[in-house]
């Protein structure tokens, strides 16, 4: 895959693989009570795929490598359903989760059409721009 003309790379990256354990590791242990209506939960689930997706399409140049990262993050969605119904006593798999997951997934996908899509690169340029010379 490959990534944009970032001056560093490795720690967009890296802050894009933490979000992939940040997800997998709420989405595995013992859920926290937030309340709220029933099935309130679909927007979190919704959110965090958004957010990893929409960080994929900022990280990685070209439809292809974008498309890559969106078919890996359904799979990631699938199977932490598939580990949450069977190998946890605290979760439940859902197929309405993974459909909110593939809803936020794809919306985060859109910004690849919009000047969004170099956000992060913007910020990379603005936070580690070479400091000019007198």
């Known amino acids: 895959m490959s990534l944009r003309g970032f001056s560093r790379p490795r720690l967009w990256l890296g802050v894009w693989l933490l979000g992939w354990a940040i997800c997998i590791a709420l989405s595995l242990l013992p859920p926290i ?14 959110l965090a795929y ?7 399409v ?5 439809w292809r ?3 890559v990262a969106a078919v890996s993050l359904v799979l990631l969605g699938l199977a932490i359903e598939f580990a949450q119904a069977e ?3 605290t979760r439940h798999g859902d197929y309405r989760d993974a459909l909110a997951n ?8 859109v910004l690849a059409r919009t000047p969004l899509a170099n956000a992060l690169v913007a910020l990379d340029r603005r936070l ?3 400091a000019s010379r007198p």
């Open 33 to 46: 009570p937030l309340g709220g209506p029933e099935d309130s939960d679909k927007i979190g689930h919704f």
């Open 50 to 56: 958004f957010t990893l997706s929409a960080w994929a």
């Open 58 to 62: 900022c990280l990685f140049r070209g």
């Open 65 to 67: 490598a974008q498309a």
């Open 87 to 89: 190998l946890t006593v």
């Open 102 to 109: 593939t809803l936020g997934i794809l919306a985060g996908m």
């Open 128 to 130: 580690f721009r070479p």
